[in-house]
């Protein structure tokens, strides 16, 4: 069999998402740069990076870098920074980028790449991940639950795949985006607010009932805007998911704990804001909001 050709490829935003991403291509023998903060570089580029799951753990050799101008030499980036940040971390970007590089999102939210080509006039592509994965040090990442991405142009699902992640190919991608953000509304304010993992969530008849409701709010807010979601069940989809993903906290309380901004106007915020400009009432999603909100004052 002949060896694999790989594209060069960069990871703009070596956080959790970003390093695993990066570090399972990496560990396939793909040419990885990931491109992120400093502590995680300096221990990347002394010991590699260190991947853990629930039953086994690795090293893996792979180049890193705290400048944003090392995506120069890459064929296809990997954009991974919180939602938050996209634009200005696009604008970071953009000037590095060489003639025909592809841009992928591999972010939470359902509009980064119209963001991104608004602000640099990249032309961005969206992609879905369903990824439970946490920094546990300076180069380590703790993986706790999946790792599936969706894809709208089968030629990226070849290279996922030749890295054992698995990778569909959808000709919905909105749908998809907004499927995914569905779940992140019923899972990621009530994991931040409690504390608690996906399992505990789904396990208690007043939270789960509580995280469905949010899924209602939100499918009806979907169609509201046209989206033709993938599921006719969230509802089922959401409880899918949390058995799927037991052990694992959502990114918005990982923010919380941390002492940072979460992402949670990409998710319920969204989501209110949308219901508001479509007349569709979005309460439960509205205090979910709300009082995530709060919290991330109390705690940045």
Known sequence: MEPRVWPRIAVMGAGAVGCYYGGMLARAGAPVTLIGRTPHVEAINRNGLLIETADSQWQTPVAASADVAAVGEADVVLFCVKNRDTEDAARQMAPHLKPGAIVLSLQNGVDNAERIRAATGIAALPAVIYVAVAMAGPGHVRHSGRGDLI????????????????????????????????LNCAYNPISALTRAQYERILGNAWTRDLMFLAVEEAVAVARAAGVRLP???????????????GKATSSTAQDLARGKRTEIDAFNGYVARRGAELGVPTPVNRTLYALVKLLEETVS
């Open 151 to 182: 894809v709208e142009n089968e030629e990226f699902a070849p290279m996922f795949i030749a890295a054992n992640i698995p990778c569909a190919v959808s000709a919905n991608i909105k749908g998809e985006l907004w499927a995914k953000l569905i």
């Open 231 to 245: 599921s006719a069940n969230m509802v089922e989809d959401a409880v899918r998911l949390g058995e799927a993903m």
